[in-house]
């Protein structure tokens, strides 16, 4: 997260809310397919597993690197 951050820092870019939305809201929407691979305990369900943690790293990504940048810009944050 580190290096988005610089990144995105130097070029004066934001993180605008939208992202974080769309990317809880996907995380969200794929959970009845976790239940469902987590119900069934195959190996085969280790992708649908790790695609849901994909999608919550993502989440977290944009919702760390938004409130880093607020820190910087206003000095607190109100996420």
Not at 6 to 15: D, E
Not at 32 to 39: E, I, M
Not at 58 to 69: D, I
């Amino acid at each position: 997260m580190v290096e988005g951050f610089v990144l995105i820092s130097q070029a004066g870019k934001n993180i605008p809310p939208m992202w974080i939305e769309r990317s809880h809201a996907s995380r969200v929407r794929f959970q009845k397919t976790v239940a469902k691979a987590l119900q069934e305990g195959g190996p085969a369900d280790i992708a649908v597993l790790r695609e849901w943690e994909l999608r919550y790293r993502k989440e977290c990504f944009y919702y760390g690197l938004r409130a880093l940048l607020e820190l910087e810009r206003k000095g607190h944050t109100k996420l």
